[in-house]
């Protein structure tokens, strides 16, 4: 395999999320970009839509069906939930698919029927590689469902102390993001003009899709049944999530027993990031990274540990985590091709 | 009383709180700024840090002591924590004067003393007149507490689901906020190549100052202790608060109940307004203005009540909440010269 | 007259400037918004898309035809250019018309042709008052074209340079603008992610339509021919226009003769300010004021006189703008009901 | 030299042009970075003051004298002007010297007394590789000048029209910047409040430092003498120049003409990218990369050429120019290491 090149392609390759794989591609020594597509746009030169992505800025996109995503070693589909499941049942077994979308994330039918009020397609192996024992389920896979930005911030953020039983399984999470997460389509509501100035929540009251996602993820890392309180706010910036998230504490814990439980269950991780205490994670330190930075407290007056969690929501969050499990099911090193540096200021 | 105009003197006035003061006065009717003074920068032009303040730009600033600051009938003092004690003391007692600042907030001199780390002023009437009672405390006051902007958009946003028993009174917030709460002084942090994409929780843990002051409020309301696990987030925009908060709902509180008991607090109330259902605040809609937008949603698989609530920092949240409380004190009607309308987009 | 009121209609009332339009009512003592319409949204709250506007979130959105807009006193049309003239041609004469659109500005027809491609609807009084002569032109008028953001602040801004001959005709203006001025229809260049973070040049060339209205209150200054050059860039902000205009210098002039001219020309004018010298106009002091911020410079090394104006492109730009002109066609105080004072910071 | 690595030392690590050195050295092959120093904050780490550089987090700052920098192949000073040149007096001729402030950019010591106001450090080769010639004397150069992120949009917008005798060389410039172009030092008038929502102009007239700069890159390119008119406007972004330019057109001039000229200019440049016609340059593109999107028109009613320039002012602008330089100067491929890409959106 030394030195072997996947040719890739990437569907979706005009909105946001494919546009940050392409992204990240220009900078993979073993992945190499050679086609895409989108559902609309065939023809068009992609630097039309994505004049950030000089060197493919000559492509032409081409249509999203099966027949023309064939031929790739790797095939990532960044389109809307519910686009995946039928293009994916259209390519062979061999080839490695990541699914952007939601389609394959949940394994609970009945969940996903409620949140998405469709058909089920499916569940694949999940990619979130942090979670425990998920890299064993990651390697060799050829179909990888990445996380949702949210799930993958809130999942990161709570699983260590769950899993070392320093709260109760009722979490709290309330966290701020950037507008590219809403995708690229225009919709009145997602305005420059009115979204800067800006905070607004949606979908409060745990009816967002990604909260099942949440559960799912807690719950097997509890060993138990958890609940999670989940209200998304939108703020004036493009990218980027800042989850703040709190769960009542149990008997004993203090701040250095979750400090230490965070310490071990990320010492091991190259983008996970317990920050030095004292310093709080800022979406802007991870700008374009596939880092996740974190810093936790614990509030004795209120009896609740406090986990704030930073990603961007396009890079771990969407594109950089499917090129991680990629990278993983591939047998490649995992951290080949990813940024760890943020751009900031 | 009728057609009489009170005089008013600001100081602070070159900062953004009393900036804001100054700019509201300009719209009221009966209230006239004829002086402006501040720490720092006296025997300058007001234009040249308050360019917006145009009727006002020519007015020279003066010094901050009380010898200056004697002869008006009201006093507004926009000056950071620890400063009004000393000057407040030097002025008639005839006057009102409205403290913005924190000095006298607290009635627990061990919750000042834990959070400000100095002594105590003492406490003065509270100025957030829609809490039960608090306008018969504010009619013909002489020295007025002006509250915080984050307690103000948290106090009123909990208020009735304590006071009516639909929440267990261990209440978490996240308030999204713009960084004009943070003041005028220069810090780097605070620089615009900082905060433009940038959202980053501070004060994480029950540490920020306003935590005690929710505490007070809420605990006054609910009739027994309540505890608060309060985190601030600072998000790109210069005004506003988003505050997301919860509790977990008491049996046979569902979502009826809770828009009722919302509907109920108020009804009466101009300036705090809860949305029609399925429409979520945004702090964009109350820049500028008086007034407090608010929402409710039961989230029965997580068993909590959720609240989310948008007031502008500086108005509602300061300064217009300080002009409110004058008109009380001053026999005026409530909503006198405050602007309902916020300007948006 | 003493104490009438007149009634407004306002279609349009869903977008940016009609929306605008009925901010700057509810603060008027004598126009009272009676109606709202819109070309889609008939039958639905105005609260729902205009949030802000509070005292006026319950009225109900009205279709946009002339039936429908007949019995006001004053009608305001805030519609996409092209939507005035059959509408306007269906309202009474007595009532009063305030066409936001472009459709009236010109009274060339060729370069109504040239730059919008349709039939020319005619002229009607143009409403800049600060323009030589046009207080006149506006008193008692019953049909007036308002005038485009971009051409209010750089005729405004050069027009006292060419009245004076300090200037040759040849402008150069770079526009700074806030996207609010491109409109609330859902375009995804627009969207926040794709506008936050970007600054970006658009209508390059002179070709942008507000061009020849530049031209037309130029040359009528000038008295003989004017060109400009004219390039608008968008950047991250939801209001305001950054006007940077620059012509050479005419033998003789300098920075005295250009400070004179710009302080005789507007000494008397209330809405457009001559800023102190050494302080430069920002659009954040104009923020939902009707005022126009202006500063002028000699650059003696170039050669050129360098102008800079500062306005809220829906305020004095446009909806403000509209009303200063009603006050002035109905015989009002000129000033009545309109902001001085910026929200700010 | 194959596989060679040289050490570079960087100082002024904890600003926002030192920290964006450090940020493209994390991702060059053949650049290591082996030490950090700052004028002021050492002992602290890195991670403190830039908690995007993961990689170097727990370097520790060092002094910023000659000694402490004594010993690396490479030394980047990235300091305030005026700081660099007693400096750069105590490193060894051996060492590779890049200059990101002023001090040694100005060839005439008069141009340099009359912006800078202090003692003339002497020129060193200017770092635009772009500018006809200018290659051959950065290969094998010691002493590098690394341009102003304004002279670095301007010139290259700029030059070929000159040297093609597109237009007269009276070139008028309005550069749209983000904020990071004023540095870290905590300035009141930088605050976030004050940025978010303002477009402001300063240095106005022809008094801002970089117009020198430009005014001598343009003469050498044009054989003559070249005035430039220059407004900087700070817009609320944090990164990125859009730098509108034009110039009076000579006869003959025409589109297919200008077209032709910047297509021969830049056909073989890696870093700078004259987009398809239609397309517009915007810094949301080139946000991180070391390039520079340009697009050209000519409005012949206004008897102009326009030329549209975005760049990062920190990538290409400072440190990617630098490394770029630095690449010359060792006889490494001009492009290594450096992202082509933008960080969108």
Known sequence: MDGRTWTVGVTGATGYAGGEVCRL??????????????ASSAGRRLGESQPHLLPY??????????????????????????????????????????????????TDPA???????SEHAGSWPYGLPELPGQRDVLAGARRIAVPGCYPTSVSLAMAPALAAGLVDPDVVVVAAS????????A?????????????????VGGVHRHTPEMVQNLTA????????????????????ILATCSAPLTPGTDADAARAAYEKAYADEPFVHLLPEGQWPT????????????????????GRLVVVAAVDNLTKGTAGGALQCANIA????????????????
């Open 57 to 106: 800025a000559d492509m032409v996109v081409q249509a999203s069906e099966p027949e023309q995503l064939a031929g790739y070693d790797v095939v990532v589909l960044a389109l809307p939930h519910g686009a995946s499941g039928a293009i994916a049942a259209g390519l062979s077994d061999d080839v490695l698919v990541l699914d952007c979308g939601a389609d394959h994330r949940l």
């Open 221 to 240: 890392v509890a060993g138990g049944p958890v609940t999670v309180s989940f209200t998304p706010v939108l703020v004036p910036m493009s990218r980027g």
């Open 283 to 302: 979406t802007a330190a991870v700008l374009g990274a596939n880092t996740v930075a974190l810093q936790v407290a614990v509030d004795r007056a209120a």
């Open 330 to 345: 591939l047998g490649l090193p995992e951290t080949t091709g990813l940024p760890l540096v943020g751009v900031a200021p």
């Open 187 to 203: 919709k009145a509501d997602l305005l420059g003009a009115e979204v800067m100035g800006a905070a607004r929540a949606y979908g």
């Open 178 to 185: 950037g507008t590219s997460g809403a995708g690229r389509a």
């Open 111 to 117: 969940a996903w029927q409620q949140f998405y009020g």
């Open 25 to 38: 591609l220009a900078g993979h020594p073993r992945l190499q970009l050679t086609g895409v597509h989108a």
